[in-house]
Nanobody, 115 residues
Framework: QVQLVESGGGLVQAGGSLRLSCVAS????????MGWYRQAPGKQRELVAL???????QYGYSVKGRFTISRENAKNTVYLQMNSLNPEDTAVYYC?????????WGQGTQVTVSS
């Protein structure tokens, strides 16, 4: 069973930056894409960013131009650099690994942006 471990969340002031990391417990050869979703209180989980096995990226509309996703295959790790954070970015951020045998999710890391 693959495990995903997120880190890097925390409290930051509006306009600040954070970098999230997600490490997979083992190398996955059947990846479709890997990325980040978030869920704010009372809202549905939404896509933040993903990177496909081929390296293509996709971003949620509200984070385009502010967030950057990247991956380091040798370390089974995906990163999310978040800049120009605003209070609307406050949520629990979940790492997602989508493979041909199904999705895997991390436990989530809280990001709180104060105004």
């Amino acid at each position: 069973q693959v495990q995903l471990v997120e880190s890097g969340g925390g409290l930051v002031q509006a306009g600040g930056s954070l970098r999230l990391s997600c490490v997979a417990s083992e190398s996955i050869g059947s990846i479709i894409h890997m990325g980040w979703y978030r869920q704010a209180p009372g809202k549905q989980r939404e896509l933040v960013a993903l990177v496909t096995a081929g390296g293509a990226t996709q971003y949620g509309y509200s984070v385009k131009g502010r967030f950057t996703i990247s991956r380091e295959n040798a370390k089974n790790t995906v990163y999310l650099q978040m800049n120009s954070l605003n209070p609307e970015d406050t949520a629990v951020y979940y790492c997602n690994l989508n493979t041909i045998v199904g999705p895997y999710w991390g436990q989530g890391t809280q990001v709180t942006v104060s105004s």
